[in-house]
T-cell receptor, first 113, second 115 residues
Framework: KAGVTQTPRYLIKTRGQQVTLSCSPISGHRSVSWYQQTPGQGLQFLFEYFSETQRNKGNFPGRFSGRQFSNSRSEMNVSTLELGDSALYLC????????????FGPGTRLTVL | AQKITQTQPGMFVQEKEAVTLDCTYDTSDPSYGLFWYKQPSSGEMIFLIYQGSYDQQNATEGRYSLNFQKARKSANLVISASQLGDSAMYFCAMREGRGYSTLTFGKGTMLLVSP
């Protein structure tokens, strides 16, 4: 069974631009969560989706948004990029919410210049 | 207050020796889960082991075991017979309650295994 896939793996953008990151969960998994990892703040939770509904949201500004499609694939969007948005963005999937292990993808490394 | 505390920024161990990575947690929820993940330099988070708050026995997965001391709120990871490929960052994480899958992570411990 294929693992969690994330595209693109690397991305370079400039301040003020917007970016969309994609995550395909493990087949059959319906819960998708996103995390941001930076050297200063560590791993921070962004969003959690289940069956196309946002179940939980972390403490991030409204520039960060996400969605989940009927096939459980998820996208996150960051508008008006800032230098501080440079990070590794990790997507994780699980079969259901709150009872299953989350399995992570390889991440998308975003650099904002 | 931090929910997950990993007090060891870095640990060194020789190949074939055992090593313990510390993790303490803070929650008032009676239902929670504790996880350990490994992150090599490539960046992917690899699931290692899980312990539920109601589990009576310590979790084990191959060379990994979790020393769960509920009263002390600690969930230390023990790696037996370390291998060179174990060199990586190790994160302890907690999921609280029954409504969400959200994980709260510690700052991590960098483990270096020497020949």
């Amino acid at each position: 069974k294929a693992g969690v896939t994330q595209t693109p793996r690397y991305l370079i953008k400039t301040r003020g631009q917007q970016v969309t990151l994609s995550c395909s969960p493990i087949s059959g998994h319906r819960s998708v969560s996103w995390y941001q990892q930076t050297p200063g703040q560590g791993l921070q939770f962004l969003f959690e989706y289940f069956s196309e509904t946002q179940r939980n949201k972390g403490n991030f500004p409204g520039r960060f948004s996400g969605r989940q499609f009927s096939n459980s694939r998820s996208e996150m969007n960051v508008s008006t990029l800032e230098l501080g948005d440079s990070a590794l963005y990790l997507c994780a999937s699980s079969l259901r919410v709150n009872t299953d292990t989350q399995y992570f993808g390889p991440g998308t490394r975003l650099t904002v210049l | 207050a931090q929910k997950i505390t990993q007090t060891q920024p870095g640990m060194f161990v020789q190949e074939k020796e055992a090593v313990t990575l510390d993790c303490t947690y803070d929650t008032s929820d009676p239902s929670y889960g504790l996880f350990w993940y490994k992150q090599p330099s490539s960046g992917e988070m690899i699931f290692l082991i899980y312990q539920g708050s109601y589990d009576q026995q310590n979790a084990t997965e191959g060379r990994y075991s979790l020393n769960f001391q509920k009263a002390r709120k600690s969930a230390n990871l023990v790696i037996s017979a370390s291998q060179l490929g174990d060199s990586a960052m190790y994160f302890c994480a907690m999921r609280e309650g029954r409504g969400y899958s959200t994980l709260t992570f510690g700052k991590g411990t960098m483990l270096l295994v020497s020949p």
